[in-house]
């Protein structure tokens, strides 16, 4: 393990010094122009090159933390970069070159990522690579952690959940043992760990990873998307249409919904709603609780990207459908409501503003209040970027491994979306000679603040009323 881990040491250390390398010859050839983007009230934040083997090499997923960038490439290097500054903080090889692998996960400390059929544990600091949780199958999606436990979907349509942290008096063990000098049994007491974390102290993974499961939940077909953790409930979603609604600590099941078609787009929580996009070519808004209707919305076309949810507004991406922006709270209200026909992802949000890519890769600027296009930015070759709903920076990057950090030039703090706490308060200043005395608060920025859910009425919807038969038959130990 050592020796393995010095070789790829020195393997990313040569191909640090190539990329740097790289980085100096692109210089501006391939970025967009200062002027072009302060043409649009644009400047360049930073750019920046991801580590790779630039032969057989290239760049698949960008996630962002809120204060890191993390870059994932086909050979299982993983780039850290600081969001903001653009540093480069450190790279490291997950797992083997060219095997599955999933958009990274993360929570506090650790980043969580898979590559072919394990699971590793990647500390977000410094990119040390710690433990590897070896999955019982095939993995279908990416991690999703919670406070204690980490559940992973399988090819197979279980859902896995394993323990994470440590807990009292963990893997209490008795065993008996024979004396030599005696000849009776002695009984002895010995800890075995049933976490990662504690399995991990004890230097006993991969091999000993099976003592960390929890239980297993079985479905019929493949979980096409990251299970959703919300309190003590796990929401995760089947190929064959199918949502389970699962207690995660005793994985009972409290409801399922369904749909007529396959389901192919993560799950998207908005206050106690989960919003559900079908193949059947509508857009479900369903009680976390109850498991009903609240609203619908029929777009006419396959749904299979995860609708983006900013504030209390819905962007929708049907198949070839341009891009719609609805009400999170009641569907398709015409205040809210528009299409855009020219656009099909969005990359970042900001109070006046939409920045969406088009089938191009052209940067398309929108009005947010009413969906009129505002400009473009030609980027041809940045095929990449992120979904950024947390604030309004603008992160794209090409399969080559250069990325590019933008913001609105008249904003020098990102305006957050989410952890409204995270936003930055200006200062207020008295002017001179007036009276002193507390000065006003700064009124929160438009879009923070959601407003109080109304209840809502009974609503229909396809959804089956826990079943103890229904839950036996479809869940296995």
């Known amino acids: 393990m050592a020796a393995r881990t010095t070789t790829a040491g020195v393997f990313l250390a040569i191909l640090w010094g190539l990329t740097s390398a790289a980085q100096a010859q692109v210089g501006n050839t391939m970025l967009p122009p200062e002027s072009l983007l302060n043409r649009h009230g644009l400047t360049r934040m930073w750019w920046g090159q991801a580590t790779m083997n630039s032969g057989r090499d290239k760049l698949e997923y960008l996630t962002f933390d809120g204060e890191r960038i993390y870059m994932q490439t086909s050979n299982g290097i993983v780039s850290a970069f600081d969001a903001e500054n653009g540093k480069r903080l450190w790279a490291t090889t997950v797992g083997a070159a060219d095997r599955p692998n999933f958009p990274a996960t993360f929570d506090d400390d650790w980043l969580f990522i898979i590559n072919g059929a394990s699971l590793y544990g990647v500390k977000k600091k410094n990119g040390d690579v710690l433990w590897e949780l070896r999955l019982p199958g095939p993995p279908s999606a990416s991690p999703s952690p919670s406070d204690k436990q980490i559940y992973v ?265 989410q952890d409204v706490d995270l936003q930055p308060v200006m200062p207020t200043f008295t002017p001179e000679g007036e009276a002193g005395g507390t000065p006003e608060a700064t009124p929160p920025a438009p879009g923070n603040t959601e407003p109080e859910s109304k209840p809502e009425a009974e609503s229909k919807g396809e959804a089956e009323p826990k079943s103890e038969v229904e839950a036996k038959s479809d869940s296995e130990s």
Not at 181 to 206: A, C, M, V, Y
Not at 363 to 369: I, K, N, P, S, T
């Open 153 to 417: 979907g399988l090819l197979d349509g279980s859902v896995y959940a394993f323990q994470m942290k440590k807990i009292v008096g963990e893997g209490l063990v008795r065993t008996r043992r024979a004396s030599l000098k005696q000849g009776e049994f002695e009984t002895s007491t010995s800890k075995i760990p049933t976490s990662i974390e504690g399995l991990h102290e004890d230097n006993l993974l991969p091999e000993w990873g099976f003592r960390s499961l929890l239980w297993r939940y079985k479905t019929s077909l493949r979980i096409v998307a990251p299970p959703v953790p919300v309190a003590d409930r796990l929401l995760f979603v089947s190929e064959n249409g199918t949502m389970y609604h699962v207690n995660r600590i005793t994985r009972d099941l409290v409801y399922r919904f369904k749909t007529k078609a396959p389901l192919s787009a993560p799950l998207t929580m908005y206050k106690s709603s989960i919003l559900l996009a079908s193949e059947d070519l509508t857009l479900y808004s369903v009680d976390l609780a109850r498991g009903g209707v609240r609203w619908q919305y029929i777009a006419g076309l396959p749904i299979q990207k995860q609708p983006l949810v900013v504030a209390d507004e819905v962007f929708l991406m049907p198949s070839r459908g341009g891009m719609l922006r609805l009400s999170a709270d009641k569907g398709d209200d015409p205040a809210v409501f528009w299409r855009q026909p020219l656009v099909d992802d969005v990359v970042s949000i900001s109070p006046e503003r939409v920045y969406a890519t088009d089938s191009r890769n052209n940067l398309v600027l929108l009005a947010r209040q009413t969906g009129a296009e505002l400009g473009a930015v030609p980027l041809p070759r940045f095929s990449k970027h992120l979904q950024n709903t947390r604030n309004d920076r603008l992160y794209m990057a090409t399969e080559a491994g250069l990325v590019i950090a933008l913001c609105e030039t008249s904003r020098e703090f990102p305006f957050v979306h």
